[in-house]
Each structure stands twice: as C-alpha cells, then as structure tokens.
C-alpha cells in the first residue's frame, strides 16, 4: 500500500506531540499501567510491520534516532569533505526525516488550536488505511463469507 509507511509515522507523531502538549509534559509512552500495556502491544505490532514489511520509508518508532541521524545528514551536506555521493544519500534521508518532524509539529499546533478534537484527525487517516488495506487485500467477509467488492 502506498501510505502504508507515512500515514503510520504521520499519526504517531502526531498523537505523541498533542497528547504532550495537552497534557502539560506528560510524554504517554512513560505512563504505567494498562497505557504502558496497550502501548508496549501497539509498539510491538508497528516494529514487527517494519521489520517484516521492507520499506524504505523512516522509522516511526525510534525518534531518537531519527534526530540524531538528520543531525549528521546535516553535517554531511556542509562537510566540504564529503563526496557528491554521500551528499545526496544524506539528502535524501534529511528529506525523509524532516517531513517525519514537521508532522509532529503539526500535532501540537493542532491540540492549540482545536484541542482534543484534533485526534478525529489521525483516526480518520487510521480508518481510511484499513478500508484501502482491506480492499487491497481482498480479504473475506466472514459474515458472508464471500470477498468483499
């Protein structure tokens, strides 16, 4: 499926960045309890996906080192002592990268403006990867039993 890398790094940065803002600090993948679970279950699905599934899109589950590798793509394209060859792989990754970022920024100036309504957002975008996915897939209707249309 197309989206199937950026829809998922769209909504979870998205979410994170709002869910921080909204609740003063709190960044909620450190909640304990049931949230930890469900999370730890969610991360779970979403790192077994890039793993078997090979994409070339950025990873949506590992910030830390998303940032850390646009800094050193940054200081590659600077570097006068770098090859037009791994300038433009550098690039290219900086490209990925920052539209990744600029999705979480978008999170937190969508909980300033519209607060918690701005989560029908990622789960619109949610609900549409699944109805293209099951359509894609030509998965059965077990009510029915026949394929779907």
Known sequence: MKYADSAP??????????????????????VTGNFVLTGAAAMGVQNTHG???????????VMT?????????????VSSEVT?????????????????VARFGAGALAYR????????MP?????WLAA????????TDCAAGTKPR
């Open 9 to 30: 790094v769209a909504v979870a940065g998205y979410v994170d960045t709002l869910s921080f803002v909204a609740l003063f600090g709190l960044f909620t993948p450190h």
């Open 132 to 139: 293209v996915d099951r359509d894609e897939s030509g998965l």
């Open 65 to 77: 080192g998303n940032v850390t590798q646009a800094v050193l793509d940054a200081l590659e394209l």
């Open 51 to 61: 793993r078997l599934i090979a994409r070339a899109g950025v990873p949506n589950t």
């Open 113 to 120: 403006y519209v607060m918690f309504w701005a989560l029908l």
């Open 123 to 127: 789960f619109a975008v949610l609900v």
């Open 84 to 100: 037009a060859e791994v300038k433009s792989a550098a690039r290219a990754r900086l490209g990925k990268t920052l539209h990744a």
